[in-house]
Nanobody
Framework: QVQLVESGGGLAQAGGSLRLSCAAS????????MGWFRQAPGKEREFVAG???????KDYADSVKGRFTISRDNATAVVLQMNNLNSEDTAVYSC?????????????WGQGTQVTVSS
């Protein structure tokens, strides 16, 4: 069983930066994809970024390409560096981890962290 805890959310000014972290606790696996979704008020959940187990593959939503960077902080943590923030980035950001079992993948979610960007 994996528990994910996000940190680093808060208030930033437009053009500023925030660094989100997601750390896994409990049972962990070395080979899993991790990443972030976000959901703004009145909008559907949106994929933000993901990173493969070995960090060889990264994916970004078009809306954050060139501004956000996802990386593996350690074997069981992921970091989302968010630069050049704008008001459209205001959302609840949730970390996920896809753990590989023998024949299936289980997705675990963090509790979510609020990011608010003032314009």
């Amino acid at each position: 069983q994996v528990q994910l805890v996000e940190s680093g959310g808060g208030l930033a000014q437009a053009g500023g930066s925030l660094r989100l972290s997601c750390a896994a606790s409990g049972r962990t696996f070395s080979r899993y994809t991790m990443g972030w979704f976000r959901q703004a008020p009145g909008k559907e959940r949106e994929f933000v970024a993901g990173i493969s187990w070995n960090a060889d593959n990264k994916d970004y939503a078009d809306s954050v390409k060139g501004r956000f960077t996802i990386s593996r902080d350690n074997a069981t943590a992921v970091v989302l560096q968010m630069n050049n923030l704008n008001s459209e980035d205001t959302a609840v950001y949730s970390c996920y981890a896809d753990t590989q079992g023998r024949l299936s993948v289980t997705r675990f979610w963090g509790q979510g962290t609020q990011v608010t960007v003032s314009s």
